[in-house]
């Protein structure tokens, strides 16, 4: 009895200590509703009225539309695909790195834009009408772009790109009482929406 005590008391201290841990990167997408120059306040895509503190070394972008003539061997980008009838990776939106910065997040990974789609990070290695080949550490992912599917690149810009009713795509952090803190935000505009 005395050992099962113990057990609990323990399982109990590393539940306590994971509670109090400050929660990883997460993503909020959705509409600007109100920003009072620290705080923003975002209607999320699922609905929820959120409020987002700005991080004082936050950094901002705006979207700007590109085409596939744009892509070329060698291109930092990512991309989320779901897989085709016959088994291929579609995409379902492409989005540019800056060709001067890392790649961020190289890899391929579940994504959560839909239910089994897949995000993929890394640089052209192959290029075909209306395909490509995204290379990256440990591996490769074919893809096929379909006409019209959202292409973009973000600009790098400052917080005025921060407009009651735009779009935006924030990355966020969470502290043990799950205040959301804003690192990134990528902003809609003339219409150019972050795809992810």
Do not use: C
């Not at 609990?8 to 600007?32: H, M």
């Not at 990070?121 to 080949?133: D, H, I, K």
């Not at 505009?189 to 972050?194: E, Q, T």
């Amino acid at each position: 009895m005395h050992a099962f005590r113990s057990a609990a008391f323990v399982a109990a201290a590393f539940l306590a200590i994971a509670v109090a841990q400050p929660q990883g990167p997460t993503r909020v997408r959705g509409t600007i509703t109100a920003f009072d120059g620290t705080t923003l306040s975002v209607k999320s895509r699922e609905g929820q009225d959120l409020k987002i503190e700005l991080a004082p070394n936050a950094t901002f972008a705006y979207m700007k539309a590109v085409s596939f003539a744009d892509i070329k061997p060698g291109t930092p980008l990512g991309t989320t695909t779901v897989q085709g009838a016959d088994g291929k990776n579609v995409a379902r939106e492409v989005h540019l790195f800056n060709p001067e910065r890392p790649i961020p997040g190289e890899g391929s990974r579940p994504a959560d834009l839909e239910p089994g789609s897949t995000m993929t990070n890394g640089r052209v290695t192959t290029l075909a009408e209306s395909e490509l080949t995204v290379g990256y550490k440990g591996g490769e992912h074919r893809v096929v772009v379909p006409s019209g599917i959202p292409m973009v690149t973000a600009v790098e810009s400052d917080r005025s790109v921060v407009v009651v009713g735009e779009y935006a795509y924030i990355s966020t952090t969470a502290d043990a009482d799950g205040k959301l803190t804003a690192t990134r935000l990528q902003v809609s505009r003339d219409g150019v929406r972050p795809p992810q």
